[in-house]
Nanobody, 126 residues
Framework: QVQLVESGGGLVQAGGSLRLSCAAS????????MGWFRQAPGKEREFVAA???????YYADSVKGRFTISRDNAKNTGYLQMNSLKPEDRAVYYC????????????????????WGQGTEVTVSS
């Protein structure tokens, strides 16, 4: 079992920045991909960004150039740096861990992830 805890959400003005963190505990001795997804009110959960154990990254087009995903494997923690935030970025952000992949793999669909955090809310005011 793996437990994931997100933090760093909050209220920010449009154009501002936030940094989300995702702390993993439990079965973290194996390599795993980490992903960030978000769910806006009334919408389905969607992919935001993913990072492999070795550091390969992949982004949704809607956040490319504004968001940066990273991780510190020694600390079992992942990060999502969000810059130039827009009102449409408002959502609950979830991190996820996927053990399907080994060192360099990552996924962009929810089914590719095995464990999920409880989410952290991001609100962007216009």
């Amino acid at each position: 079992q793996v437990q994931l805890v997100e933090s760093g959400g909050g209220l920010v003005q449009a154009g501002g920045s936030l940094r989300l963190s995702c702390a993993a505990s439990g079965r973290t001795s194996s390599s795993y991909a980490m992903g960030w997804f978000r769910q806006a009110p009334g919408k389905e959960r969607e992919f935001v960004a993913a990072i492999s154990w070795s550091g390969n990254t992949y982004y949704a087009d809607s956040v490319k150039g504004r968001f940066t995903i990273s991780r510190d494997n020694a600390k079992n923690t992942g990060y999502l740096q969000m810059n130039s935030l827009k009102p449409e970025d408002r959502a609950v952000y979830y991190c996820a861990a996927g053990f399907k992949y080994r060192s360099s793999g990552l996924g962009s669909t929810q089914s590719e992830y095995d464990y999920w955090g409880q989410g952290t809310e991001v609100t962007v005011s216009s």
